[in-house]
């Protein structure tokens, strides 16, 4: 009997990107389904799939349900074993893919989400925190091809998807990632160059322009 396999998303979630990603890198098909965030509608079935936040990406596998995208990557990686190893198999490696991605979900996203959200020097210092969590994650890659080392993995997933936002943060706040932390870029490009991260991650322009119609409901054009 064939796995049934849905996923409950919204096209321009990082998060259930990440989903998209791991997905794809193990070949597995699925039945997409897209939730009305923007007009914050939420489906009966993800209220039943996930009633205790309420929110995507949430993977039916076989009619049940798993939540939150790093705990949905990991549950991909360990049913789907045969294909693309995602996380380190190591020990020591396995738990510091875990406590980077784990940062990127505590860091990342709060500094992101204000440099289109706020203004002045709210948006300022956003910027700067921002860029300062990149430059930690570079850091991490150091000179490797990805973080995990020679193969695309956990953490390159768990960090992958926020790349089609960046065109959106730079244009809000008015700065260059690049210039800033040229080899994260550099590793982002190589990263594109997959089919399984090329095709599953939103168009940067969309994504823009769901930021500014977001902007204008907050006054923070």
């Known amino acids: 009997m064939a796995d049934e396999v849905v996923l409950l998303d919204y096209w321009a979630s990082m998060f259930g990107m990440r989903a998209r990603v791991a ?3 193990k070949g597995v098909k699925y039945e997409y389904r897209e939730e009305d965030l923007r007009n914050k509608i939420k489906s009966q079935l993800l209220l039943q799939m996930n ?3 309420k929110k995507i990406p949430v993977l039916i596998h ?3 349900p798993v939540s939150e995208s790093l705990i949905i990557v990991q549950y991909i ?3 789907w074993r045969d294909k693309a190893p995602l996380l380190p198999s190591e020990p020591y490696q396995k738990a510091h893919s875990r406590f980077w991605a784990d940062f990127i979900d505590k860091k990342l996203y709060d500094a ?3 440099i289109w959200s706020t203004k002045g020097e709210e948006r300022e210092a956003a910027k700067k925190d921002f860029i300062e969590i990149l430059k930690q994650l570079e850091g991490q890659l150091g000179d490797k091809p990805y973080f995990e080392g020679e193969k695309f993995g ?3 997933i768990a960090l992958i998807t926020f790349y089609c936002w960046f065109h959106a943060f730079e244009t809000c706040g008015n700065f260059s990632i690049e210039a800033e932390c040229p080899k994260l870029i550099a590793w982002a490009k190589r990263c594109m160059q997959r089919e399984s991260v090329s095709r599953s991650l939103a168009d940067e322009k969309k994504v823009y322009e769901l930021v500014l119609g977001v902007q204008k409901m907050l006054g923070v054009e």
């Open 23 to 25: 997905l794809a890198e």
């Open 51 to 53: 009633p205790v936040h």
């Open 62 to 64: 076989n009619g049940k």
């Open 77 to 79: 990686d360990e049913v």
């Open 112 to 114: 992101c989400s204000k």
């Open 154 to 156: 956990f953490l390159d």
